[in-house]
């Protein structure tokens, strides 16, 4: 029963991971995109 515990919190941790890293990702493209649609001066 622990295998399989220890398995879905590998999985699980990797999927956090991955999930955070596309957050944070997309708030900079976000605002790049701001600034740059902006002549470079923050909003």
């Not at 220890?6 to 941790?13: D, G, H, K, P, V």
């Amino acid at each position: 029963m622990l295998g399989i515990f220890e398995l879905m919190m590998s999985i699980y941790t990797f999927v956090s991971t991955f999930a955070n890293s596309g957050i944070s990702l997309a708030a900079t493209r976000i605002t790049s995109e701001e600034l740059d649609a902006h002549g470079g001066r923050a909003v």
